[in-house]
């Protein structure tokens, strides 16, 4: 029997899945449904209210450089599960925070457009995240069981 276990945010879940793929896709399914709400509301946050915080606190020559370190830094621990390791997860997870705060400003998040970075920021962010967990239920399912 398999058990899918999701922790988001210290909210967790068990889901048995078993070897049934019909249980799986369902899970995908409901995935879906909260992957891209949830990635809309962390990208308001880390995209839209965490950058304001650093262009009021260290100004405007550095905004943008000082808005990537604290989105790679505060998206990276936010995103850190505690049993693995703090350096790999936090540069993982990281990254991605600036991958997707550079699609938030290359989109206009931070000239005008808010709303067309933050669409662009939330797609990639929910598909990124809808992927890997359909990864793992491949991987799950064709894995050989010992």
């Known amino acids: 029997m398999l058990i899918i276990k999701v922790n988001l945010w210290g909210f967790t879940t068990n889901n048995q899945v078993g070897d049934d793929p019909k249980k799986a896709f369902g899970f995908f399914i409901m995935l879906l449904f909260f992957a891209y709400p949830l990635a809309l509301i962390e990208e308001l946050l880390f995209r839209v209210v965490f950058w304001d915080v650093f262009i009021k606190v260290y100004g405007h020559p550095l905004d ?22 703090v350096f ?53 399912f064709y894995m050989p069981h010992h």
Do not use: D, E
């Open 64 to 85: 943008t450089v000082w808005g990537l370190i604290g989105n790679f830094l505060i998206f990276g621990f936010a995103h850190y599960p505690v049993h693995h390791s």
């Open 88 to 140: 790999l997860c936090v540069f993982v997870q990281g990254t991605l925070g600036v991958v997707l705060s550079l699609i938030y400003l290359k989109t206009g998040g931070r000239q005008g457009k808010l709303g067309q970075g933050v669409f662009w920021s939330t797609l990639t962010h929910g598909s990124y995240n809808t992927i890997l967990a359909g990864v793992g239920l491949v991987a799950v």
